[in-house]
């Protein structure tokens, strides 16, 4: 196969349709006869509701209904289960989590009442009528707060507000290494919570066909088969096929759009109870205390070493805030999706992990972009650079002493890595962010009254989520060829990526195919976006689906060209017959196939094909990033001037559009280290949470290599979409911490806001004095 598309930077065929307002989401549909949903959240974040009183709301123009969580019991509605399987060795308790609060409240934001009307304004004014009652609860937020004897508790089947407790790892090994060691590195590291805050907000259309008693949901989602599967046996209690799920195009979700929400349990409901479709839209402030949160990971974590600074043992000990419900996948990012990246790029004989989930009056936590492996990337990078303080031992020496250098590499948590650029990354990284002139720029840096730092960390992802993923690719009758694919895009330029892959292997132009996705009609399964899976399980299912249409194209050949089957070749475009002037062009070809009569027995007409890709491997993104930035010691202020990219992700099938993914990871990674903070007192919009500006991002240098395809998959990729946000938090913060490395401080907690590094810098001064 002769490769004119693949690995090409291609524009995204998807920007014109942006770009020239052709995008199609859900807020902007429109659909007639529709009917607005509006719900009232809980102020309180723990309360019983003690009276409520709707016939204020119920007597405002427009409103067509007022529901609270007694008219969905009285319907026989289920609840939003957690369908997270870890092996756990305290069970998780998975509480009641019914679409509207049933007596207690348990997080700000919690859903009381959902309103219907003609308009949204008529919905809101009669959300103000509403009269609740409440008898507020002491609460809490914080998980270490939340184990303590007398704390508020939410749950009577959560005693001690545990949710599970996860280990893995050799706990026995581990403490004989820690026995041995010459040096011993622990600090504290907290994982801050953040709100993923996509572009687009979230929002639904409920639908239902009282025909044929069917239900279609649109919303604004990242896997519409794992959705359907959660409504149709958990809430709703209907056979799969009467629940259709349809996504259109997605501003971003970043994960917080892969779960199930009570907002798309409401307008489904709403719709068959009303007859009419019913949708709901987020306000912004409201998508911060109804969406799920990221991250909220506090860990002790020891770090043993030998006397020349060989890694002996890995020992991790930590809490997972899950908020008040566990969401759809809520304890996996903590758990199964951390451990698999504990350790990083270095070779630890002995890990061991432990983990409590916790309950808290907080939104619920699950998988934010990167889910667990920014937790566990984080980690051993902050301790390697406590152990180059501690051991004297140069911080990059440390690095190369330690990193994997002999593929296949099993880990000691059971991964084996089929190889990786590792070495590579560290040494082309500090070639390309002049690591030998940083003397100089500090010295420049002082004479401004500025202290400057520079920080590197390298990162491994585990990437593939679900393992199993469909495909299918269809000659038309207009001619074009359509391809349906079980992931879902929210921004990764799947319109393009696929086509590439398609167009080499059909020998067609990339004009020639249509994409789609995101509705539970096109395909038997698929499981959507999340895990940086889409061309390692989608672009593998979609290969195998191309070629099973190439073989059912070689059978329809042979019968037309009248020819031995064996002697029938697929070349460009073309099925050729070997040693003969005879051919046919495959478009020639799918025309016929129209017509049974021009088939061999047995056929059906059409060229088309499906394909399951079953696969349990993983692939292992990797790379090295370099920050440089400069503090102002009098404000706190903190100025990230260079930042470095040296990332393997195996084959590019789009370089452009991959390295366009990275550039989005590391802006959220630099909002999570220097500005993004869930505050419980205070953070519900973007008035008082700060996400990342222009203005903050330097320009990137170096970027993506390819010298090391993976063997997991058909197509040498590894996955791109989440490694920029695993690798920078750390990064940053290295850079932060070797600037104020002069004044002592060598720990500080995400984010590095002015207030906290001036903080810092005060206390250093003080304790100096």
Known sequence: MRKRYQGKSLHRLEDLRFLTGRG????????????????????????????????????????????????????????????TVIDAVEPIVVPPRPALARGVVRHVGDPVVCIVAESVEAAIAAGEAVDISWEPLPCVTAPAAALRPGAPQLWPEAPGNSAFLFRKGDASAVAAAFASATHVVEC????????????????????????????????????????????????????????????????????????????????????????????????????????????????????????????????????????????????????????????????????????????????????????????????????????AVRTGIDAVKLR???????????????????GGRFRANLD?????????????????????????GIGLACFLETARGVPTEFARAAFEADGTVSLAVGTQSNGQGHE??????????????????????????????????????????????????????????????AHLLQAPLDQVSFEAGRFVVQGTGRAIEIRALADAAKDGANLPDGLAPGLEASATNDCALYTFPNGCHVAEVEIDPATGLVRLDRYTIVDDFGSLINPRVALGQVHGGVAQGIGQSLLEHVAFDAASSLMDYALPR????????????????????????????????????????????????????????????????????????????
């Open 428 to 452: 082309d990284a500090i070639a390309l962010a002049g690591f030998d002139g940083i003397r100089t720029r500090r010295r420049q840096s002082r004479k401004a009254g500025l202290l400057r």
């Open 188 to 387: 504290d590291l907290v994982n801050n919570r953040v709100v993923a805050a996509p572009l687009e907000t979230r929002a639904a259309i409920g639908f239902h066909d009282r025909k044929t008693d069917r239900f279609v949901l649109v919303l604004t989602g990242q896997a519409v088969h794992d959705t359907r599967r959660v409504l149709a046996t958990s809430v709703f209690r209907i056979p799969l096929e009467r629940m259709r799920v349809v996504v259109p195009d997605v501003g971003g979700g970043f994960g917080m759009k892969n779960y199930v929400y009570p907002e798309y349990v409401l307008v489904l409901w709403a719709a068959k109870k009303l007859g009419r479709p019913v949708r709901w839209v987020s306000e912004r402030a409201e998508d911060f205390v109804s969406s799920a949160h990221g991250r909220d990971f506090v860990a002790r974590a020891k770090l043993a070493l030998d006397s020349k600074g060989r890694f002996l043992a890995l020992d991790v000990r930590a809490l997972a805030n899950m908020g008040a419900y566990l969401s759809t996948n809520g304890p996996i990012s903590s758990t199964n999706a951390a451990a698999s990246a504990m350790g990083g790029v270095y070779d630890i004989p002995s890990i061991s992990v432990e983990v409590r989930g916790v309950f808290t009056n907080t939104q619920p936590v699950d998988a934010y972009r990167g889910a667990g492996k920014p937790e566990a990337n984080y980690l051993i990078e902050r301790l390697v650079d406590l152990a």
């Open 694 to 769: 222009a203005s903050d991002l330097p320009n990137f240098a170096g970027g993506l290599n390819e010298e090391a395809p993976t063997a997991s998959n058909r197509l040498g990729v590894k996955g791109t979409g989440q490694a920029g946000s695993i690798a920078a938090p750390q990064t940053i913060m290295n850079a932060v911490l070797d600037a104020l490395s002069p004044l002592g401080i060598h720990e500080l907690d995400m984010p590095a806001t002015p207030f906290r590094v001036w903080s810092a810098i005060q206390a250093a001064r003080t304790a100096g004095r």
């Open 496 to 557: 393009t990526a696929y086509p590439q892959i398609a167009a080499d292997l059909l020998g067609l132009p990339i004009d020639a195919f249509r994409f789609h996705q995101g509705d539970t009609d096109l395909l038997p399964g698929g499981h959507g976006h999340g895990g940086a899976r889409s061309m390692h399980m989608g672009g593998t299912a979609l290969v195998l689906a191309i070629e099973k249409l190439i073989g059912k194209g070689k059978l329809i050949a």
């Open 400 to 418: 190369r002493r330690n990193i994997v250098g002999q593929f296949p590499h099993r880990t000691a948590m059971g991964m084996t890595i089929d």
């Open 24 to 83: 199609r989401y859900v807020a902007d549909d429109s659909v007639p006869g529709v009917l607005h949903a509006f719900v009232l959240r809980s102020p309180h974040a723990f309360a019983r509701i003690v009276r409520m009183n709707l016939q204020a709301a119920r007597a405002v123009p427009g409103v067509t209904a007022v529901f609270t969580e007694a008219d969905l019991a009285a319907d026989g509605i289920g609840e939003l289960p957690c369908v």
